[in-house]
């Protein structure tokens, strides 16, 4: 295509915007699967699991489409979306499950969907983007409150009443936080929503099958509730795509009528359901899954307090770093040395705060563990 000086007018800016990240160590680009794996979200190696293979081998061969071509509401609803969605429910002990696409467009779907005008939404600082996103483009106002601070939601809503606030404050946090890998603490959350006639939306993407009895997350005693909407990946531990909602059927049937996201998307593959579905019996049939999995994290934890470094006590570890291009060196580095771990910058976490994140998983054994931590003390010092 024969670009003119106009055409090189109309792209200046975003060659501008570029060169921009560039200077600020903060240029992103695509690169491919090499090395061990410490930087996927497989946490239980599900992704490549024969269970699952075969099990959407088999709907193949009993004629399950491979897309929905339609959305849920008009031809796209398959019986796979349905049985997934009731196996989860009564998984997670919840009233009712919706599937959607991934998790980003689930969060967005409730944040833009259930709040209503008038009613205040409290994020946690490093919540995900796409809640930030969902709050931001819904009808609801948005308080944004310190990490993990139970207190500050509590003021939060007590000033937001005091000011003249009389809807319904919803409270959003991770379960386990994606970049630090720490738990919110979801006990004094769900009191504070309680004592305010709140709701609880807890995101379990990275507490989804590897945390609580069966996998069914760190949430798992809160759910049933009427006032608790969960968001579990199916992307994640449970190594096929998609995102589940559990919540209180009235809720559901909102969204179903109510949510753009759902309502104008095609729907998922029921492929992918059925990958889903195949994945949650996998997590509760096989619990030695995570506890080899709690293994490798003895090891790195241990692994970590002899850099004098931060121990996150969960399969995400970061390491702080500070510096983007101190940062980006490491990590290609340990690249170098068969090791895929990826660097963090801004603004996926806060200025200054770049990192590595090394996630573990089953796709690595102790041995790859134990080599990674004596690459990165190796590394750790000839960047200094």
Sequence with gaps: MNEGANGRALLDRYRASLRGLARKDRLRGLSGRSGADFASNDYLGLARSKRMADAVAAALDLGTPVGATGS???????????????????????????????????????????????????????????????????????????????????DAITTWRAKGGVGRPWIVAESLYSMDGDRAPLGELMEIADRHDAFLFVDEAHATGVYGPDGRGLAHDLEGRENVVVLHTCGKALGASGALITAPGVLCDFLVNRCRPFIYATAPSPLMAVAAATALEIVADEPERRARLARLLAIAGK???????????????????????????????????SFDVRGIRPPTVPEGKARLRISLTLNVGEDDVSALFDALAEEWESTQ
């Design 72 to 154: 849920r509401l008009l031809r796209g609803n398959d019986p796979e979306h349905e049985a997934l969605e009731a196996k989860a429910a009564a998984f997670f002990g919840a009233e009712r499950a919706l599937f959607f696409g991934g998790g980003y467009v689930a969060n967005f779907a409730v944040l833009t969907t259930l709040p209503q005008k008038g009613d205040l939404i409290v994020l946690d600082e490093l919540i995900h983007a796409s809640a930030r996103e969902g709050a931001r483009a819904g009808r609801a106002e948005v308080s944004l409150v310190g990490h993990n601070d139970a207190d500050a939601v509590d």
């Design 303 to 337: 692994r970590t307090e002899q850099l004098g470094l931060p121990v996150s006590g969960s399969q995400i570890m970061p390491v702080i770093v500070g510096d983007n291009a101190r940062a980006m060196a490491l990590a290609e580095a340990l690249q170098a040395r």
